[in-house]
């Protein structure tokens, strides 16, 4: 059956890889493409990789960089940020991309999702909503844009619902709030995402053990579990070591979701539309 | 020469890469001229039936491919939208697909079984293979391949279906009849199985 996605999320800043806590203080990591081949020995399930700057800078995408690392990448690459134009998106389709994620974008041009997924597929077109709690005495929750840096008064979930119609083809929600700190997934805000989605989402901000994603995968079954802190760092100081699940690991988050048992019957493979 | 069908869809270099780490000889082809020397034929393709047809339509390549599949029997494999183009048609669009393998493509979700399930199918899942072929060989691990698609074949002869994937319903994921081979995932992007299929498929008997 299909397996739960577990996604490195890479950021990159100035060329470089860094990670962030709460979306501030990126600490410099690494070189991008070194990062893209440890994964490929891992053979990493898919790769996010995510420019903070772009947007903000208001830049273009780093095109070459972005040939580079889909050139070395040997799996499924997804890249964000930056992205304000359909043309962008599909340039960087060309270099070799699978999937592009349109973050800001989706609050400030909301027409963008539809002409993107309408140029390349929506199987081709992630929305990332950055988000913070608003308070803790209900499940409520805000989206930013701009790497954190402004606020909009869209709700989550209506923004959620909007764009599964507007054409994206996954949604990953990234809580700001637990970005970095490593004590484990935002489960409310998994369970309340997942109950509603009718396309995939993958969740971000927070992951910081195996359990943490397993906890993940008991809680809402089906998703993808993206992490950025958990596959850079290693040990209490934070040293910086590339690291990935083996693939015995990955049988346990396989055999966490509802949905690992093969089905008790199987449709004739001649199923026609009822 | 495996060439490459390069018609404007698909992630070619991603093919490209993976037969130049394993010492395999494979350049695109945009045009007639560059199909000359195939000697195995990969059909790609991304996004809405419709967009993959008439882009292929237009191509100019068309007609060289039909001569080289049909009638010099070349070994073609269809990838993913380009295994799809390998049908009669698609519920997904109007225009008619290449009819190499009689069958319909269909929404996942028109299927009972799938139609709760989050569409596009997206992830790595397992092909079960059930028929003998020379792009699987019989070995103790089952492959498993990085899918994405809204969309399945539903061949019209099951002895065309040569391995399956379960995703709510259990659908065809690999097809082939004589010289003609459709998987519905992405090998160029699914590290050593991915790397082995296509290693496979430039080994494949000529016919």
Redesign the interface.
């Known amino acids: 059956m299909l397996r739960p996605r577990i996604i490195p999320c890479l950021l990159v800043h100035k060329g470089g890889l860094v990670k962030t806590q709460r979306f501030t203080a990126p600490k410099y990591v690494g070189d991008p493409i070194n990062a893209v081949k440890i994964f490929n020995e891992k053979e990493a399930d898919e790769l996010m990789v995510m420019d903070i700057d772009a947007s903000v800078r208001h830049v273009e995408p780093d095109y070459g960089l972005i040939k580079k690392m889909a050139a070395e990448c040997r799996m499924p690459l997804c890249y964000g940020g930056g992205i304000r134009t359909p043309d962008q998106a599909a340039r960087i389709i060309d270099l070799g991309v699978e999937k592009v994620s349109l973050s800001s974008a989706v609050v400030h041009d909301p027409g963008l999702l539809t002409k993107v997924a309408s140029r390349l597929g929506r199987q081709s077109v992630v929305a990332t909503l950055d988000v913070r709690k608003v308070a803790d005495r209900s499940v409520r929750y805000e989206v930013y844009s701009h790497n954190g840096l402004a606020r909009h008064g869209a709700g989550l979930l209506e923004l959620f619902d909007w764009c599964q119609e507007a054409g994206a083809g996954e949604i990953v929600v990234n809580s700001i709030d637990r970005d970095g700190t490593m004590e484990g997934y935002d489960l409310d805000l998994a369970r309340a995402i997942k109950q509603r989605a009718k396309i995939p989402v993958t969740f971000l901000g927070g992951a910081g053990s195996h359990q943490n994603i397993v906890s993940l995968i008991e809680s809402c079954g089906l998703v993808g579990a993206a992490a950025g802190s958990l596959f850079v760092f290693k040990g209490k100081y934070r040293a910086v070591l590339i690291n990935y699940p083996s693939f015995e690991q990955r049988e346990v988050f396989a055999a966490s979701t509802k949905l690992s048992a093969k089905p008790a019957y199987c449709q004739s493979l001649h199923t026609r539309a009822p | 020469m495996i060439r490459l069908v390069d018609y404007g869809l698909g ?1 070619v ?2 093919f490209l ?2 037969y130049r780490r394993l010492g395999i000889p494979a350049e695109r082809a945009v045009s007639a001229q560059d199909l000359r020397d195939a000697e195995r034929l990969i059909l790609p393709g ?3 039936f419709d ?1 993959a047809m008439n882009l292929l339509n237009a191509s100019g390549l068309r007609e060289p491919l039909e001569d080289l599949v049909l009638r010099r029997r070349i070994p073609v494999l269809g990838v993913c939208v380009g295994m799809q183009m390998l049908a009669s048609r698609s ?1 997904e669009g109007a225009e008619p697909g290449l009819n190499w393998i009689p069958g319909s493509v ?2 996942l979700s ?4 799938a139609s709760q399930l ?9 092909v079960d293979v059930e028929r003998v072929s020379h792009l699987f060989s019989r070995a103790a691990e089952a492959p ?1 391949f ?5 969309y399945f074949f ?2 019209e002869d ?1 002895a065309h ?1 040569v391995a ?1 994937t ?7 994921s690999v097809v082939s009849s004589g010289n003609i081979y459709g998987v519905q995932c ?1 090998p160029e ?4 199985f991915g790397a082995d299929l296509l290693r496979r498929f430039s080994a494949v008997p000529v016919c």
């Open positions: 992630n270099q991603a890469n993976v991304v996004g809405s967009h519920d269909r929404a028109s299927a009972t079984a989050a569409m596009p199918h997206m992830g790595w899942n397992e498993r990085y899918f994405l698609h809204s539903d061949c099951p279906v399956t379960g995703y709510g319903l259990r659908f065809a992405h992007k699914s590290h050593h």
